[in-house]
């Protein structure tokens, strides 16, 4: 994902990129939930595993400069409330990686 462009970042390309984030860590949660009943190798666990934990890494890289990002944005008082609310929900999922 290229995640800088030309152009200044509105916070609705933010809030779409995020959602995308979001679902590919969706998606690797899942793989882990069902490792356990689904693989019985334990190499092929462990080798699933560092492969999305590596993805993990990238996506928490991600997140991380979708975060600055959020904090350059020149916005209107209006605006700047709903930005702030989404910066902590920024903030609770890069913590949530942290956890994984």
Not at 21 to 46: A, G, M, P, R, Y
Request: aromatic share 4%.
């Amino acid at each position: 994902m290229d995640i800088t462009k030309s152009k200044p970042l509105t916070a609705k390309d933010l809030n779409r990129m995020r959602g995308t984030v979001k679902s590919k860590l969706t998606s690797i949660k899942k793989i882990f939930d069902s490792c356990e009943t689904t693989i019985t190798d334990k190499n092929q666990i462990i080798i699933t595993a560092q492969q999305k934990l590596n993805g993990v890494k990238v996506l928490k890289e991600e997140l991380e400069t979708l975060f600055k990002q959020y904090l350059d944005i020149e916005e209107d008082e209006k605006s700047s409330k709903k930005s702030d609310e989404e910066i902590l929900e920024l903030q609770e999922e890069k913590d949530e990686i942290e956890i994984v």
